[in-house]
């Protein structure tokens, strides 16, 4: 008897542990959608002509935290995403800057590169003489691999957990958009702008599974758009800047123009596939491919779960060409929320929004063109890095220090990249150094903090707002001798000759503002105030999945959504 109890006693134990440990009614899909420049505050600043589905549904039946920011300096498309996938600051997974000086190559990088590896495709490698995308343009080989995030991520961590059984896939227009969510072990696509078709690598397939192909033989993208225009969705007169579209601080770049119609132009113009991104036409042609790879791979058929991410990527362009506060950007936002209404639609047919845990945030937010603050009464405006070598203050170091030209072996915003070996070879101790160039470069205009990293690395910091951020950004291996920081509204704007209208990669809040919404399942509709991070959503998946964390991730776990986990 005493031993039946004692049976009956670890049966309900194990039965109760069971119970507790598992989430009840798991999603059959989570689909993380990452909007590339959604600064948070931009879905309610033009909700007013949107329709129901999209991100007033996220609003209505969603959690929404509405004061959730990046803690990292650089604010950029590479490093976003990664801490959205991986719940790790860039200091730990690696990925601190869309390029970076590799001194071991001696070279600069893009974040995604992979020499070993290629691309599926023949003629899809990124053509030079037409990305305007002036990371994207750096890279010097076209493999692509997640190789360079150097820990794990959550849609790993879930394949982990099922033994491949859970499918994983991350899609977008960019590259690093897509590679980043799907982590080592998903399957990542990305749209090339050299042949108009989603592309792949090796790393992932050794051929293109058949979907793809007959996707790609579709050509939905010219048969779409080639001939046509951007076109206001709406009468001119319904939007909040209907009277502001032809203003100087925009950006025509090749010839797309900075007012209504955007001509697309046709397939034999060598900068159509560009312009599609730089419009709502990217985001459509996203989504397309998208509804083909739920429908082909049976993406949240079973009960297994999958994990489905897409970054949509044209609201980032648009915000660099036009500004966030421009006819162009609320257009955009309009049909980003159409876009988005038919997602949900689409998956609610497919898999039952009941089924699917939706998470939407942004990989950074972005500035207001300077001009545009200019004309509001506002102090803001462009910083001009390239005259920097030549600064009264850097010629007296280099005499000091007996160094010509060759003491900066590179800049590449943020980062100020040494000649370690030159100043190795004179005999120069290179904290010093790093240090009497950080107190030079503070007293360049426009210079909010200049530090170096002999400085983070020891720790001798104060403990300031610019200082976490810029310690959260710093790896050793791939971190600049120096970190430079602007002061707020003011930043480069001019990669390579190329010049855009507004750019994000700062430290300060407008970069740093995205949403975190997380919608579906067992949602119901909440606004959250509360300060937190979006490495927080990492973690928080990962708890509620039961999966163990992501190796490098540190976030919070978001109690709003975990408490869901018992929930019938
Ligand atoms: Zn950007």
């Known amino acids: 008897m005493i031993e039946n109890i004692r049976s009956f006693t670890i049966l309900l134990l194990i039965w109760s542990s069971i119970t507790f440990s598992q989430t009840q009614n798991p999603p059959k899909l989570i689909l993380q959608i990452t909007v590339d420049q959604l600064r948070g505050d931009m879905p309610n600043k033009y ?3 949107m329709g129901d589905g999209g991100f007033r549904y996220l609003m209505d039946k969603g959690v929404w935290y509405t004061n959730a920011h990046y803690g990292h300096a650089n604010t950029e498309t590479v490093v976003g995403h990664t801490v959205l996938a991986t719940g790790a600051d860039p200091s730990v997974n690696g990925m601190i800057a869309n390029v970076w000086y590799d001194r071991e190559k001696g070279k600069l990088v893009y974040n995604i590169e992979d020499e070993d590896y290629t691309i599926l495709s023949a003629n899809a490698d990124v053509d030079k003489s037409t990305e305007l995308d002036a990371s994207q343009a750096l890279a010097t080989n076209e493999g692509r691999s997640p190789r360079n995030i150097i820990v794990t991520t959550f849609s790993d961590e879930l394949f982990l957990k099922t033994n491949g059984k859970s499918k994983v896939f991350g899609i977008s227009v960019k590259d690093r958009g897509s590679v980043t969510l799907a982590g080592h072990t998903g399957k990542a696509f ?10 792949t690598s090796n790393y992932y397939y050794e051929k293109y599974p058949e979907w793809v192909n007959h996707w790609n033989k579709t050509k939905m993208p010219s048969k779409t758009y080639s001939g046509k225009a951007w076109e206001l969705m709406n009468d001119k007169s319904t939007y909040m800047f209907g009277t502001e579209d032809n203003m100087p601080w925009e950006t025509n770049v090749a010839g797309f123009g900075i007012t209504f119609p955007h001509e697309y132009k046709t ?24 509804k083909a790879l739920v429908k082909s791979e049976n993406i949240g058929k079973d009960n297994i779960t999958d994990f489905l991410a897409i970054s949509f990527s044209s609201t980032d362009y648009v915000g660099h060409l036009f500004g966030p506060s421009s006819l162009e950007a609320e257009d955009n936002m309009l049909r ?15 898999v039952g929004l009941e089924n699917t845990l939706i998470v939407l945030s942004a990989d950074h937010g972005g500035p207001e063109s300077p001009g545009y603050l200019k004309s509001k009464g506002i102090d803001a405006g462009y910083v001009l890095p390239d005259k920097w070598d030549k600064a009264p203050a850097i010629e007296t170091l280099k005499k000091k220090f007996g160094i010509g030209q060759e003491l900066i072996q590179k800049f590449f915003p943020p980062y100020l990249y040494l000649n370690e070996k030159i100043i190795a070879e004179k005999g120069l101790s290179l904290e010093e150094v790093e240090n009497a160039i950080a107190i030079e470069l503070m007293k360049i205009k426009g210079v909010a903090l200049a ?30 001798n120096l970190l430079i920081l602007f002061q707020p509204q003011y930043f480069i704007n001019d990669y390579m000759g190329e010049k855009t209208s507004a750019n994000h990669g700062g430290p300060w809040m407008y970069d740093s503002y995205v949403p975190v919404i997380f919608a579906g399942w067992k949602f119901k509709g909440q606004q959250i105030n509360r300060r937190i991070e979006p490495k927080d959503i990492a973690i928080t998946l990962s708890n509620l999945m039961g999966t163990k964390p992501p190796s490098g991730a540190d976030g919070e776990v978001l109690p709003e959504i975990v408490q869901l986990k018992n929930n019938k």
């Open 267 to 290: 397939t034999d113009n060598k900068y159509f596939t560009n312009f599609l991104t730089y419009s709502p036409a990217g985001d459509e042609i996203t989504l397309d491919f998208a």
């Open 451 to 480: 530090v170096s990293s002999y400085s983070l690395q020891k720790n001798e910091l104060p403990d300031t707002y610019l200082n976490r951020k810029a310690l959260r950004n710093f790896n050793a291996t791939r971190s600049g």
């Open 190 to 199: 990305w749209f090339s702008k050299s042949n108009g078709e989603f592309i």
């Open 47 to 49: 909700l007013k002509n």
């Open 336 to 350: 980003l929320d159409k876009t988005l209404a038919n997602l949900f639609a689409f998956i609610d047919k497919e």
